[in-house]
Nanobody
Framework: QVQLVESGGGLVQARGSLRLSCAASGSIFNIAAMDWYRQAPGKQRELVAAITSGGDTNYADSVKGRFTISRDYAKNTVYLQMNSLKPEDTAVYYC?????????????WGQGTQVTVSS
């Protein structure tokens, strides 16, 4: 089992910045990747950014150049630095961890943190 706790959401004006944190605990040694997803009202949950255990990163086109995902292995924490925020970035942001054990993938989710960007 992996437990994820997010923090760092809030209200910010357009063009502002926020940094989200996701602290992992439990069976973290099997984590293959950690991701950030978001879900806006009335929309499907979408992948925002991902980072593998090897440090490879991937971003949604809508956030490339503005968001940066990083991982502190010593603190078992993944971060999402969000710059140049836009009102359309408003959503609940969820941390996700993908754990692989004996070839089986397991998904773990945090509780979500609200990000609201005002125009």
């Amino acid at each position: 089992q992996v437990q994820l706790v997010e923090s760092g959401g809030g209200l910010v004006q357009a063009r502002g910045s926020l940094r989200l944190s996701c602290a992992a605990s439990g069976s973290i040694f099997n984590i293959a990747a950690m991701d950030w997803y978001r879900q806006a009202p009335g929309k499907q949950r979408e992948l925002v950014a991902a980072i593998t255990s090897g440090g490879d990163t991937n971003y949604a086109d809508s956030v490339k150049g503005r968001f940066t995902i990083s991982r502190d292995y010593a603190k078992n924490t993944v971060y999402l630095q969000m710059n140049s925020l836009k009102p359309e970035d408003t959503a609940v942001y969820y941390c996700n961890a993908v754990s692989v054990r004996f070839g089986v993938h397991y998904d773990y989710w945090g509780q979500g943190t609200q990000v609201t960007v005002s125009s």
